[in-house]
């Protein structure tokens, strides 16, 4: 039997609402107003970044924390999706990621100096040790009753 007439039997719509998962009442006003059942395009643009890329970018982020997102904006192009660094940090911020930019840069310091000789290290300026609260040791205050 042609759909049409089953609809218009009502053999049809408990089909047609387990197939489309929704309303029957609601699949039968949109095929009346439209003439069929498919998913208007939306407005906006759409997305560069589809969640499959998101999901591998967190993943590579977990398995290696120190990856930038230059070099996460670089894997993504290899998949041809060419995506600014900011909008990868964006989607980043979604997920609860943040950067430690601190921490990477205080290690690539250490690493860079670790073989400087000791004549290098006599000419850093060392910070002074600041006493407790008491006025009695306290460098500034002492200075100025001179």
Same mark, same amino acid.
């Given at each position: 039997?042609?759909?049409?007439?089953?609809?218009?039997?009502?053999?049809?719509?408990?089909?047609?609402?387990?197939?489309?998962? /929704? %309303?029957?009442?609601?699949?039968?006003? +949109?095929?009346?107003?439209? $003439?069929? *059942?498919?998913? &208007?395009? #939306?407005?906006?643009?759409?997305?560069?970044?589809?969640?499959?890329?998101?999901?591998?970018?967190?993943?590579?982020?977990?398995?290696?924390?120190?990856?930038?997102?230059?070099?996460?904006?670089?894997?993504?192009?290899?998949?041809?999706?060419?995506?600014?660094? /900011? %909008?990868?940090?964006?989607?980043?911020? +979604?997920?609860?990621?943040? $950067?430690? *930019?601190?921490? &990477?840069? #205080?290690?690539?310091?250490?690493?860079?100096?670790?073989?400087?000789?000791?004549?290098?290290?006599?000419?850093?300026?060392?910070?002074?040790?600041?006493?407790?609260?008491?006025?009695?040791?306290?460098?500034?205050?002492?200075?100025?009753?001179?």
């Amino acid at each position: 039997m042609n759909k049409k007439k089953e609809w218009q039997i009502g053999h049809f719509n408990k089909t047609l609402s387990k197939q489309l998962v /929704s %309303t029957v009442r609601n699949v039968i006003r +949109k095929w009346k107003a439209t $003439g069929t *059942v498919a998913v &208007k395009p #939306r407005s906006g643009r759409p997305r560069k970044t589809q969640e499959q890329h998101m999901r591998r970018i967190v993943r590579m982020l977990t398995y290696n924390p120190q990856i930038t997102s230059k070099d996460l904006q670089e894997h993504l192009a290899a998949d041809g999706v060419s995506v600014h660094r /900011s %909008t990868i940090q964006h989607n980043l911020h +979604k997920e609860h990621l943040y $950067g430690r *930019v601190m921490r &990477k840069n #205080r290690l690539l310091y250490a690493n860079a100096h670790l073989d400087k000789p000791d004549s290098f290290w006599n000419k850093v300026y060392n910070v002074l040790k600041w006493p407790s609260q008491s006025p009695d040791l306290n460098v500034i205050e002492n200075l100025w009753d001179f």
